[in-house]
């Protein structure tokens, strides 16, 4: 796997420890931390944090600040053993990947066996969830293709499972986590290496700019 080099903000991983994510984007980051060793540490030490906080009645003088902690997460390569991902991981021969074992959890069968719905002769989609006007769900996109131009009345948060896409100057590869709260209109570009499969959720009905994917999306539930 390549190094990861797109990660959710200290505050998204805050937000995330506290339960305050809706499922399907708890879904994306648990996805994302549990092939990071990096957010791993972080999410640890803020649990930590969070747990002492909690725990004291009175405050006491820590060794050690929240921020300084956070600050020791960012440089600290070493992961934590009691966060270390030891459940099985399903292999997908399709995909050449180790299924993040939270995400099986929401698959019928494994990730190879899955009935995709079919978006365009590029773009095919597995709805995961939905929780009243959040989802999440895989993406699949192929080699070289982009998905329509879009924009965001809400957030936008997707993992690569594999391979790869460039949104702008931006290159985004397996386990990045790409953040969109942008209303101007992107457009991902699959690589040309190979598909490019993804999780994403969503927590409002995506903007797109062309008139035939603003018909279909109620029935896509995008
Ligand atoms: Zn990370």
Redesign the pocket.
Known sequence: MTP?N???TDDA?SKYVAGQYDTAFSLVLAT??S??????N?VALQQEVSGAALSEAKPVKMEMGALDLLERAETETRPIENVKTMIPKVRSKIFGIDVPAILSRYLDGDLDSIKWQRLSPSLKQHILLVNGKASARLLWMAPGKAVPAHGHSGEEMTMILSGGYYDGDEAYTQ?D?HFADHKTPHVPVAMDDGPCLVISALDSPLIFSNAIPKLLQPFFKM
Do not use: N
Not at 35 to 40: A, G, P, R, S
């Open positions: 990861i797109y990660h959710p991983l994302h931390v092939q990071c060793v990096k957010c791993q972080t386990g986590l």
